[in-house]
């Protein structure tokens, strides 16, 4: 009966299906190099190379995977396009991904002005050359069932933990000379 009649009560909570709903975003930061061009594409053999020779580094530069040609892609920081001035032009580029530094946002779908405005106030602020890879992003559902149905229940008072802790002593008190028969 409860349910059919669709109002809330204290067995029936009604929510809008946004409120389950989450966006797992992946956060990528650039792969840093120490002694690098900063102004060419490293192609992913050279950029094992690196690797290997212990060159990367948080310190370095960071290593441009892929040049767009002007006026091709526009600068979206956010996504990865980071605008970038080399041999004079204004050009678009890409960095490769740290993959030590990934890591991953769980966005609710009713977060106000959604992803972007979520890392943009989360994420940014701690990593500047941080941005999201769109093609890594899933949705996902949790329905928490203590944060909508659990009802907390109000703290006993000092006084009365203080009190039950001091019969507590006074019973169990000589309990242990008891027990390791001291005193025979």
């Given at each position: 009966e409860t349910f059919m009649k669709f109002?809330?009560?204290?067995?029936?909570?009604?929510?809008?299906?946004?409120?389950?709903?989450?966006?797992?975003v992946t956060v990528e930061?650039?792969?840093?190099?120490r002694g690098i061009d900063g102004g060419?594409?490293?192609?992913?053999?050279?950029?094992?190379?690196?690797?290997?020779?212990?060159?990367?580094?948080?310190?370095?530069?960071?290593?441009?995977r892929r040049i767009h040609k002007p006026g091709k892609v526009e600068a979206d920081s956010l996504?990865?396009?980071?605008?970038?001035?080399?041999g004079g032009k204004r050009l678009v580029v890409e960095y490769e991904p740290n993959s030590e530094l990934r890591d991953t946002e769980t966005v609710p779908f009713t977060e106000p002005g959604g992803i972007e405005a979520f890392i943009r106030r989360e994420v940014l602020p701690h990593a500047s050359d941080a941005w999201i890879d769109e093609s890594?992003?899933?949705?996902?559902?949790?329905?928490?069932?203590?944060?909508?149905?659990?009802?907390?229940?109000?703290?006993?008072?000092?006084?009365?933990?203080?009190?039950?802790?001091?019969?507590?002593?006074?019973?169990?008190?000589?309990?242990?000379?008891?027990?390791?028969?001291?005193?025979?």
């Open positions: 109002e809330k009560s204290e067995q029936s909570c009604i929510f809008d299906n946004a409120e389950f709903g989450y966006s797992k930061r650039p792969l840093r190099a060419r594409a490293y192609a992913p053999k050279e950029i094992k190379a690196l690797k290997e020779e212990g060159r990367i580094a948080v310190d370095g530069a960071p290593v441009i996504r990865g396009l980071f605008p970038l001035t080399i890594k992003t899933s949705i996902g559902y949790e329905i928490s069932f203590a944060r909508y149905f659990y009802k907390p229940q109000p703290l006993r008072a000092l006084d009365a933990i203080r009190a039950d802790i001091l019969a507590l002593e006074r019973e169990t008190d000589g309990l242990m000379a008891e027990i390791i028969g001291a005193g025979r």
